[in-house]
């Protein structure tokens, strides 16, 4: 009954996120650890098409050369029935950058040496003609106590500073820009809006408090939905406006043992695939079509002037000013935004 | 095809409520006001069974006693049709209890100031025989800086100081909780188990900022279907577990007209009703029902202790302490708990 | 310059905070484990009169009973220089009680389950004739999604339906109840009002966010400085309103070494000892005195009704409702709370 | 003894803040209108040397022509005993720019309008040579639910894209970014790393929830000190960095009468120079230049490439990867973070 992934839907799943074995800052680990092999078949089964790691997920920090090629060689042969290794996207996210107490660390300069690497890479990646891209990951704290480009706007700005711009965009993950408690749907839509969304992490998160990493769809369905209705139909401007992996990154409960890992992957497919149906059927009602006309929604992508207009036709309209009613206002027909919301609520619940 | 309220649904909205002209710290009124008989009529139409207000709703402050009489006259004429004049239960809401700094206020005087006040009203409604208890509604902040008794916690608490504990209980609203990021539906769990839930404020809240009050639904869906589920399926204890008015308290969007008003007013009863039904499904469904079972829920409403039985049968059993084989449980079989939440997940968006 | 702890200070520090070897989410330890006898010789050092632990503080879960034994004759020599071995508040933290998912846990049969479990230990201590007491410590989420009992109110609530509530209080702590952005000296001032400040925790928290554990001053210096004015000099009421251990429950940062981390534990206690003499100087201060006067701080303890009168009095008074006059209170003369906080900023600055 | 203010300390404040009636979303005013003329003299009195006002705060909307002649003359003879009337910069703040439902606007489409609508006003500006900067102020919500731009990230990303963005920049306000939970200090970095600090707000707030405006330095004084202690002294860089005004956008709390008014005002004046008078100690004070050496604060500055290098010989070192000797690191030399802060601690308190 409920929907079913395809190669084309582009799930993929970080190996450390069905592999994180319960440990947590008041307890050790509940679960043993998983072959790598095992994962990739398993995350095959529930739908997805890809697999992104740690630079020390796939073999630990400190590992021989030796051990590092039989864990490549035995991941290769897992993925050749599926898919061929290759990243083209490099997350960047920098959970040791920041500081605790703000005289201990000038920004000013952590910034400048921030740029100063990624410049690096990007000029090393350019000469070698890698064909990779760079996208960083805000997050605003945890465990330091501030990390800096906190979020997807200050890692947007930041990214206008670099030398070569075109090759650096952003990974912006849910839960990361509601721990802040703004919007990750309007920050996705700017995103976009600058051609930045590079990459994406799906999660759930319940409010402003520590990483939760809960399963895509077990938190916020407002913005979950939101989210699915912007990338697969491109929010109110339609169209598909993203094309790359939905990469889920979470973490099952502790309280879960292999299973309960494997129910958890797929909910977060599971929970995708019934909110881009609930949109689909949302763009597709005739009501919600004439209560988004009411509303105006489609009125504010037209420019305010014509073509080949300047200021001086808006200074000539003496209505906007001089002339301006601000009585004729009070009480006038509304916008009809709360009806439109119920419809969406109606709608995420399947109750239209 | 969306549900329809009837008077058992004991739907009530404030008077405040869809008479909120739109006025905000930024910006005047939107709309203009509504008179009380016409909003008796329309709130019935759209299924409210009953009406509550505020000392300076129906008449301002500082009105004359014929002014008052009008009103009063012209509110019972109106509700003759359907529900008489009689309230029951008064609402104490400490909005400027509270202090911005901390020296300006000793709250322990304060407490004890406010446990005089209303040891006092009980006295008085005591020796008149009036059939009136009170609820005390608890909020973290605004306009003040810290209100006093600002959870569901401390007012609890604070009842159980008083000479007449019995004629107190609270009136906990949803979105002053999530202001705190304190999940509601475990305070209400908690006021239940003390028999203190008296009243209820039903709205919508997005997250720790100002109180929003929003339509009950238009926020946080997962707290909004798990109290529905509380409230009228007793959660996993099972049974009606409260049987007083669903009072509605939120405010309807600047931009709507008086259309928008009686729609978003409809909002709340359509949606709670609705999560009425998921929730019906939801504990009606066998394979949530063997989720549950898995999970153990049930199991911990068993006293841990036989009848009869004290501490030494606790301490004859070393398997809990000096045989406790900590091993054995890394790994073991999990709780499920995750595909409970699943399983919530598809019934809330009406896939099951 | 900085002032110097004394006995009767009564600072105490948990072994597991100076004993915190760095490890976070995101990366191991950074410093090597201390040797308890070595801790307690140093903290003695810095100015603390007292040291807690956790059960596996001293020794490691699993440990034989030859291993725990050589550590309590360790560490009993260690503190025979200075102290006597033994606990008389035994604190329970429910870091594990609570739930990430609504559905997955009856809150009601928790409590009852928690109750059961409490009255049980009461018993048993009653019986023995030890002589312990018990404190509850809040604390509303990490690791779990919602710990039960999430704030000072709701264990105080919890406590007054306990069978032996007089032997159960609160260990609040200063961090815990910040993450819910509440006000901690008014948490404290409930619970000083109950009788039920049996212990607590200092430390530091920069808002809504995972738990920090900065040392006690490093963040949020205003509730800090009122927090130890209200337990040295008992706030606006005056009076020593605590007497127990100043508790300190931080961890050094990671980037520390051992050096850093016997200045971070002296930098509790500095603080502590600073806002003390501060605090001092406030309440010394005549245009303080002043001050607290025209903002009517002290009349708030003066109960509003005579001795032996009822409310027939104020029923009387026709100057609080028929006569009242509104107008006259517009642009009256104010309280002057903004002075008195200019006042506390100049104390706490050193200004004065 | 508290410090006094001159001109070259460019302090300046809003009309509308002294100005605040007291009014709030639960209570009318408590305080009268202030006449224009008397507040220049009085703001001149406690120390600023400049004034701001709304586009409404000088003459209400509406206000015929001539109405709004007579107040500009006023305000100029006031003006004329100290300044001169000359606004260059213009702030713009989206209050109204957002969304309280994510359908119901189209983020991308806003923001190409907001582009158009400022792209247009920059031209204008142009062709009319006026002298005169745009400051974007973001702020994250409140009214609405979530406003356009709402943090300096946001902002300052959405500036690169403009036609024009050499004339605009950003204001800043330290309450608006707290509501988030994020670093103001370190955002102020950002952007003077990008030159765009155009102007700022100060006042306080306590965490995250509405807008509260409190006096400058009667909240989180530690940010309040590194805000100062960059501005002032550069932070850890050195130098003056910002050369604009101390523009205070403050609220007199309701509980004031006109004297409270004037004292809140000076307090915003005095917590700033007392703040930068304990920046200025902290700075030349040996032991803190020491520990910041220890900590390595200024080596930051220094590029990780010597000049003509390039990523050869970042290769070439084979002790950053290959010869990497992880364990040295454990138990190292720290960093003396912590030891940073408590020095900032006692500076702060006043006690070195």
Same mark, same amino acid.
């Given at each position: 009954m409920t929907p079913t992934a395809s190669r084309d839907d582009k799930f993929s799943f970080g190996l450390w996120t069905v592999?994180?074995?319960?440990?947590? +800052?008041?307890?050790? +680990?509940?679960? +043993? +650890?998983?072959? !790598?092999?095992? !994962?990739?078949?398993?995350?095959?089964? !529930?739908?997805?098409?890809?697999?992104?790691?740690?630079?020390?997920?796939?073999?630990?920090?400190?590992?021989?050369? /030796?051990?590092?090629?039989?864990?490549?060689?035995?991941?290769?042969?897992?993925?050749?029935?599926? /898919?061929?290794?290759?990243a083209k996207t490099f997350v960047m996210w920098g959970g040791r950058e920041g500081a605790e107490y703000d005289t201990s660390k000038d920004i000013r300069a952590a910034l400048q040496r921030y740029r100063e690497a990624v410049n690096l890479l990007a000029e090393y990646v350019t000469d070698k003609k890698y064909d990779i891209q760079f996208a960083i990951e805000p997050k605003p704290n945890e465990p330091r106590g501030d990390i800096m480009l906190p979020t997807v706007g200050h890692a947007l700005a930041f990214i206008t500073t670099l030398e070569r711009p075109e090759m650096f965009g952003l990974n912006p993950e849910f839960g990361h820009e509601l721990m802040t408690g703004l919007n990750f749907v309007a920050a996705i839509q700017q995103l976009l809006e600058a051609g930045k969304l590079f990459h994406i992490d799906l999660n759930g998160q319940r409010g402003m408090k520590y990483d939760q990493d809960l399963a895509f769809g077990h938190a916020d369905l407002y913005q979950s939905f939101a989210l699915v209705d912007l990338i697969e139909h491109g929010g109110p401007n339609g169209g598909r406006s993203y094309d790359g992996p939905r990469h889920f990154d979470y973490k099952p409960s502790r309280t879960e043992d292999e299973t309960g890992v494997w129910e958890s992957a797929k909910a977060n497919i599971t929970n995708y695939l019934l909110l881009k149906e609930r949109s689909k059927a949302f763009r597709a009602d005739p009501e919600v079509q004439e209560a988004l006309a009411a509303a105006k929604v489609a009125e504010l992508s037209e420019p305010t002037l014509n073509p080949g207009e300047g200021y001086e036709q808006l200074l000539a309209d003496r209505t906007a000013w001089e002339d301006f009613d601000a009585k004729s206002y009070f009480g006038a027909k509304g916008y009809g935004f709360v009806r439109l919301q119920q419809l969406a609520t109606e709608h995420l619940l399947g109750a239209r």
């Open positions: 592999g994180y074995n319960g440990t947590d +800052p008041f307890g050790g +680990p509940t679960r +043993p +650890p998983l072959d !790598v092999v095992h !994962v990739v078949e398993k995350l095959a089964e !529930v739908g997805a098409y890809g697999l992104t790691f740690h630079d020390d997920d796939l073999f630990a920090f400190g590992s021989t050369d /030796a051990e590092r090629q039989t864990q490549i060689e035995r991941l290769k042969g897992a993925l050749d029935r599926a /898919a061929e290794l290759g």
